[in-house]
């Protein structure tokens, strides 16, 4: 931090000075350093010292001036260029730092502190080759700099020389066993080195050798993590947690591994007492906005983003969270341009374009052209490495393995939608093998995927990579993703080719996903009618009936008579999310309500929970002219009260563009019909393709007008509403919408095209 002051000539003064920088107290030390100046202490050695403050409380450029001075007088002294070279570094100006670091090693070619920060340099500007050489120097001078070792394995990491880094990465642990962070990569490191078990065992060892050394239980921990051992990793990094209890680190990592978990609550309160700990640490308070709203609790999440963006500098991966909170408080076209800003701060980052394509869908207006635009942008960002040519057997009749990748192979939309035709694939012809993400092993609907595959995989440790050559491993022949660009998807790992087949279905399933390498998009004739093919990458693999199959939830209530009847007028309703409540819906519905006398609207979710969200949405009804008293908001619930709640509307009004899905098939369950008004992109047609599947076309319609129309129309004859409500349930099972036998057979069938395409292709 200090530089020493040359014998015998440094001042009381200056004495103070260094002090209060050794204390990290810049701005005390500015006044004695500048004083000793002015009284004549000259000397290089102050000179420096007060640039060194000037420098670290934000006076940057007189602070380089200073330190430019210095390097002319001693030009031999190769300390005030290492000061340069951290300055620069400290604001982001990587290329003046390097330059700056290669005067320090012209000078001294044996200063650890250059060699290591140069490395560090190269690396983030993807030369890890150049890094390693110095490294390499580096660790030959000064075999115990544990820092040295630590980048050393960084580097080789980025080469690709797995092996290599784990030895360096035990090396730094062995110098500075006290460092948390050489642990950690060690342990990211020896799943990619394939030692993953031998490490696990050595980390238990020296967990037993240093019981009270948190750093070792951290690295345990998220080896066990990276393994797909949550429990034990909870466990370990809890450990680590009450043998450091005032160190914020342990308590991140452990919040991290607790958010992917069902235990999120428990994160969040843990994510609460780091933000109080220290209010100024950004990364934490992303961290708890990232899992409020896991916790759907958006308009919170939303408020901490923006207070961390009024205090501190933007980010790609602030902008990013808050154009995903603030889409889902129904704000859409700020979302996006928030997205737009995100992408603008690194046009080459996958993450904002990510959310860019996700709030589009949202965005009132979008069209296909525009949508699949984006899509393609993002994918062109998506890394991707040449692996070895796939081995699979071609011959369009063996016996196939098909891979579903997603993290929601749970008590989720894509579990209630997809589960049922995985169960009932021809077992003959198709073996299963899930990849799982963000696994909840006692989930029903996790253990109904269990009973129908061959094999599960926990892939949360892996790397996209890592992931490709583990689903070549297993012999996958068509992989079928269920996760898009969501937020616990791993759809871009796609891009280095996990199987010979590639399909898009469900799970985030808005549009085309833009990827040259997904072949196909699973869908049917009312989500992609002919025509649309152009809005699309993929070929569109279209199924006879609906491209899903609605598992209904054993516990729903029964259906009971439309309200309308003992209310004397209609209540419409809408339980979709937020987000798909556009302003022009908003005027829509306003509308219908105009014409309807005494009608009222209920809307539903987890967001309007928040007051001033509810308030807002209130005052969005209001300007449209319609007054509180005819709207009713209702907060979350638990599923099966959820599905008695339908029975206290008459009518579900579909949002659009982003029509609803799993909540359309839960109406149709309940006896309640939806209208809809599907548009150009995948996203906006969802109702219409559940409703034609359960022979309800009619209720299907192409313009805003016709929309409007038909809810003034059917409010009208409540009497033809009680009667569809009576038989809808059972017109629902009955048809392909929950035949589950019929709806495998024709995946099957499917998937069996696509796999010919391919062994005639080759």
């Not at 990465?169 to 050489?182: D, E, N």
């Not at 019981?211 to 393994?227: E, F, K, S, T, Y």
């Not at 209630?416 to 995985?422: P, R």
């Not at 299963?432 to 109904?448: G, H, I, K, N, Y």
Request: hydrophobic share 45%; with cysteine.
């Amino acid at each position: 931090m200090t530089v020493d002051v040359l014998p015998g000539r440094g001042d009381r003064l200056a004495a103070d000075g260094i002090a209060f920088l050794a204390d990290g107290r810049f701005e005390d030390a500015l006044a004695p350093l500048r004083l000793a100046l002015s009284l004549g202490d000259a000397q290089p050695a102050t000179m420096l010292n007060l640039a060194i403050a000037e420098d670290r409380a934000g006076e940057r450029d007189h602070a380089r001036r200073l330190m430019r001075a210095v390097a002319v007088r001693l030009p031999e002294w190769d300390e005030p260029w290492l000061r340069l070279a951290e300055s620069f570094r400290a604001t982001g100006e990587h290329a003046a730092a390097e330059d700056a670091y290669r005067q320090v090693l012209d000078l001294n070619p044996k200063r650890p502190e250059a060699l290591i920060a140069l490395a560090g340099l190269l690396l983030m500007r993807g030369r890890p080759e150049e890094a390693r050489d110095l490294l390499l120097r580096c660790c030959g001078i000064a075999p115990d700099n544990a820092e040295a070792w630590n980048t050393l394995g960084l580097a080789c990491k980025a080469m690709g020389d797995a092996e290599t880094a784990l030895t360096a990465f035990v090396r730094a642990q062995t110098l500075r066993p006290s460092v948390a962070a050489y642990w950690v990569n060690g342990a990211d490191v020896s799943l990619e080195a394939g030692v993953a078990d031998a490490e696990l065992a050595r980390l238990a060892v020296a967990c037993e050798q240093h019981p009270l050394n948190p750093a070792v239980h951290i690295g345990l921990g998220m080896l066990l993590d990276r393994l797909g051992r949550r429990a034990e990793a909870i466990d370990a990094l809890e450990a680590a947690t009450e043998l450091a209890p005032d160190s914020p680190g342990p308590l991140m990592l452990l919040a991290a591994v607790l958010s992917r978990t069902s235990r999120t609550k428990q994160a969040e309160a843990m994510l609460r007492r780091l933000s109080a700990m220290d209010l100024g640490n950004v990364a934490v308070q992303n961290d708890h906005a990232a899992v409020l709203m896991r916790l759907h609790r958006h308009p919170e999440a939303r408020a901490l983003l923006l207070d961390v963006l009024d205090r501190s500098e933007q980010t790609v991966v602030l902008l990013s969270n808050l154009a995903n909170a603030t889409a889902c408080v129904g704000l859409q076209e700020e979302a996006v341009a928030v997205a737009h800003r995100a992408v603008g701060l690194d046009p080459s980052a996958v993450l904002p374009r990510r959310v860019l394509c996700n709030t589009l869908a949202y965005r009132d207006g979008v069209t296909g052209e525009e949508l699949l635009a984006a899509m393609r942008d993002c994918s062109a960002v998506l890394p991707r490495t040449r692996l070895p040519p796939l081995t699979n057997r071609i011959d369009p009749d063996r016996h196939l393995t098909v891979g579903l990748l997603s993290g929601t192979l749970r008590a989720h939309p894509v579990g209630w939608l997809t589960v049922a035709g995985i169960e009932t694939l021809d077992p003959e012809s198709f073996s299963v093998v899930c990849l799982s993400q963000q696994t909840v092993p006692d989930d029903p609907f996790a253990r109904r995927y269990r009973a129908a595959a061959r094999d599960w995989v926990d892939i949360d440790g892996m790397s996209d990579v890592a992931l490709a050559e583990a689903a070549r491993a297993r012999g996958i022949d068509i992989l079928i993703d269920l996760g898009g660009y969501g937020d616990a998807a791993r759809m871009i790992a796609c891009a280095h080719r996990l199987a010979p087949v590639q399909i898009k279905w469900v799970g985030m399933q808005s549009h085309s996903t833009g990827m040259p390498e997904m072949d196909w998009f699973l869908t049917d004739r009312w989500e992609t009618p002919e025509g649309f093919e152009q809005f699309y990458s993929e070929k569109l693999l279209r199924l006879p009936d609906g491209y899903v199959c609605y598992s209904p939830p054993p516990y729903a209530p029964d259906v009971v008579p439309p309200p309308a009847l003992a209310n004397g007028s209609v209540t419409f309703g809408c339980f979709n999310n937020l987000a798909k409540i556009t302003p022009r819906v908003i005027a829509t519905w306003a509308e219908i309500l105009r014409r309807v006398p005494g009608s009222r609207l209920v809307l539903k979710t987890h967001q309007l929970s928040d007051v001033a969200t509810a308030n807002a949405c209130r005052a969005a009804f209001a300007a449209e002219g319609v007054p509180a008293h005819r709207l009713e908001f209702r907060g979350p619930s638990g599923h099966r009260a959820f599905m008695a709640e339908y029975g206290d509307i008459d009518i579900v009004l579909d949002p659009f563009p982003y029509s609803g899905g799993l909540t359309t098939c839960e109406a149709l369950w309940m006896g309640v019909p939806t209208i809809a008004l599907p548009g150009e992109i995948f996203a906006s047609r969802h109702s219409a393709s559940h409703l034609s599947n359960a022979g309800l076309a009619d209720w299907v319609t192409g313009s805003v007008d016709g929309y409007i129309g038909m809810a003034v129309a059917r409010a009208g004859d409540v009497q033809a509403l009680a009667a569809l409500r009576a038989g809808l349930r059972e017109r629902v099972r009955r048809s392909p919408l929950c035949d589950a036998p019929r709806f495998g057979r024709n995946l099957g069938t499917a998937l069996r095209h696509a796999w010919r395409a391919w062994c005639a292709e080759r």
